[in-house]
């Protein structure tokens, strides 16, 4: 098994960071790794995602959905082929600090033949994957928060 994990410090609360994380729509605007998602947001129910890691070919697959808890988690389960040739799990987690700053982080677990096989080639260009969308949901998130004043709660427009 092979697991990669990253984190970014995100100057928004968990609900916002939530709120850009499953606005699946506009992925194709912000979204430099995960080019596309689509499906319903509910636990059971498959996705079709759409990735593309630096330097390599995109690609689709169809993970389930195994929780989704609003503010919190999203994490999936994607397989290639038959199980245990090549599963990984995918988790966002997010962690609120205080009321102003959350800590967002994306991992994901590797499992089966092919992941030992390919863990070199493999995992440099998903954590460059992995590292570039967290900056870029962190910019999207953080470009809405308009505080009044320094001791201001955050604001989101509509």
Do not use: C
Request: hydrophobic letters at 40%; zero cysteines.
């Amino acid at each position: 098994m092979t697991f990669l994990d990253t984190s970014i410090i995100v100057q928004a609360p968990p609900a916002r960071v939530w709120e850009v994380l499953t606005d699946f729509a506009a992925y194709p605007d912000w979204n430099p790794f995960i080019l596309s998602v689509s499906g319903r947001l509910e636990e059971g129910a498959r996705l079709e995602v759409r990735i593309k890691p630096p330097e390599q070919s995109p690609m689709t697959f169809r993970p389930r959905l195994l929780a989704v808890k609003p503010g919190r988690e999203l994490r999936w389960l994607g397989r290639v082929a038959l199980p245990g040739l090549f599963d990984g799990e995918h988790a966002f987690e997010i962690e609120g600090l205080d009321g102003r700053h959350s800590r967002l982080r994306q991992s994901e677990r590797f499992s089966g033949l092919l992941p030992r096989l390919m863990s070199g080639k493999l995992m440099g260009p998903t954590r460059s994957g992995f590292e570039a969308m967290n900056r870029a949901l962190k910019t999207r998130a953080e470009s809405a928060v308009v505080p009044d004043s320094p001791d201001a709660e955050p604001h989101f427009p509509s």
